[in-house]
């Protein structure tokens, strides 16, 4: 059976930093992209960033310069790195992978950023 786990969430201050591993396990054949959503209270969940098979990245532009996603092919593993946090950062971040031509959600973690 298939599964990602996340972790790494907690309480940051402003000016901070975390880093969010999401691994998958099970029968894999393929993964292909590696995605971060992160969803506020009273928002819709947006993407953050994402990485290709190929490791082309693409980020929203809130979080331009100050996040960094890779993975780590190995491990099966899609990590967002977060720097310089701010409280509007605040939010449960979800990892999405492409798993055997599959979409496969983690079960998210909470990052709150105190100002």
């Known amino acids: 059976q298939l599964q990602l786990v996340e972790s790494g969430g907690g309480l940051v201050q402003t000016g901070g930093s975390l880093r969010l591993p999401c691994a998958a396990s099970?029968?894999?054949?393929?993964?292909?992209?590696m995605r971060w959503y992160r969803q506020a209270p009273g928002k819709q969940r947006e993407l953050v960033a994402d990485i290709t098979s190929g490791g082309s990245t693409t980020y929203a532009d809130s979080v331009k310069g100050r996040f960094t996603i890779s993975r780590d092919n190995a491990k099966n593993t899609v990590y967002l790195q977060m720097n310089s946090l701010k409280p509007e950062d605040t939010a449960v971040y979800y990892c999405?992978?492409?798993?055997?031509?599959?979409?496969?959600w983690g079960q998210g973690t909470q990052v709150t950023v105190s100002s």
């Open positions: 099970g029968s894999i054949f393929a993964i292909n992209a």
């Open positions: 999405n992978v492409n798993i055997n031509w599959r979409d496969f």
